[in-house]
């Protein structure tokens, strides 16, 4: 639609094709939608160079972002997925449609719509809101490296927790997929509670594994209370990547958010 840009900002590990059936589905509705590749997130071929990035890079990356787009006059809806809401959130600072036209500039972020993602508050990192569903004893599902990268040992697992909505060997197929994420970034503090400034609508994975349905509707809870506003919330039967299990449910939930906030 004209004027509104859709941003993805992904899970952790998860490249930008973890989203193309759903971009596919949003684009045949006329909205321009894209999935950025933050800092955090590793290569297909493994680490990145250099220093693990933090929230904050990853923060800053979606600032820049947004800017490029705000400044062409365009308002933004970001939709975020797992830990991609933390950086989200801390992205807006600044950036929202109505500290812009205080600024006398045109275009800004007009909401969020948090998919199943990690939200805490401020003073907090991602890590505080993890909230594992179901844990399984002696078979962690990511490991850190020397490196301080984390990495998923056993794919087993990885389909089990990650994709447990999906058939094994399937499961199996997209968990390959995954690549190595930063784990400073879990450990950054979260600065600003974006979730103040525009309006938020949230969607619940009821059958996640990896962020438990309590951990989603306590950060619902915390979101009303901090903000003062009421969160619009929809759920799917759903692991914790409807984008590929569950993709016209994700598809209507993006469409709602994009029609209401705009």
């Known amino acids: 639609m004209a004027g509104l840009s859709l941003i993805i900002i ?13 971009i596919d589905g949003v ?11 933050i800092p955090s997130v590793g290569l297909a071929t493994g680490a990145r160079p250099g220093e693990p ?34 950086p989200a959130t801390e992205s807006v600072q600044g950036l929202s449609k109505k500290e812009r036209l205080k600024q006398g500039k045109n275009g ?12 805490p508050e401020v003073g907090h990192p991602a890590s505080s809101t993890v909230g594992a569903a179901a844990p399984l004893a ?24 990650v994709f447990s909505d999906l058939p094994l060997e399937e499961g199996k197929y997209w968990g390959r997929k995954l690549v190595k994420h930063s ?11 974006g979730y103040k400034d525009i309006p938020v609508s949230y969607l619940v994975a009821e059958s ?23 969160v619009d919330v929809s759920t799917v039967n759903s692991g914790h990547v409807p984008s590929i299990s569950h993709p016209q449910n994700v598809i209507d939930f993006i469409l709602s958010a994009a029609r209401k906030f705009t």
């Open 53 to 86: 990035p933090n929230m904050y890079e990853d923060a800053a990356f979606i600032s820049a972002h947004v800017t490029g787009l705000a400044d062409a006059g365009h308002d933004v809806l970001l939709i975020t997925h797992s830990y991609g809401g933390t």
């Open 108 to 119: 800004g972020i007009v909401g969020i719509a948090y998919m199943n993602s990690l939200v």
């Open 208 to 230: 996640n594994q990896s962020i438990a349905p309590a951990t989603q509707k306590s950060q619902i809870e915390m979101i009303e209370r901090v903000s003062g506003n009421k």
């Open 138 to 161: 002696g078979q962690p599902l990511m490991v850190v490296g020397e490196d301080g990268w984390f990495y998923y040992p056993n794919l087993t697992v990885t389909a089990e927790v």
């Open 10 to 22: 992904p899970a952790a590990s998860a490249l930008p094709l973890f989203y193309e059936m759903v």
């Open 183 to 193: 784990a400073a970034s879990f450990a950054s503090n979260l600065t600003y509670a």
């Open 27 to 37: 684009s045949r509705h006329g909205y321009d939608i894209e999935a950025l590749h």
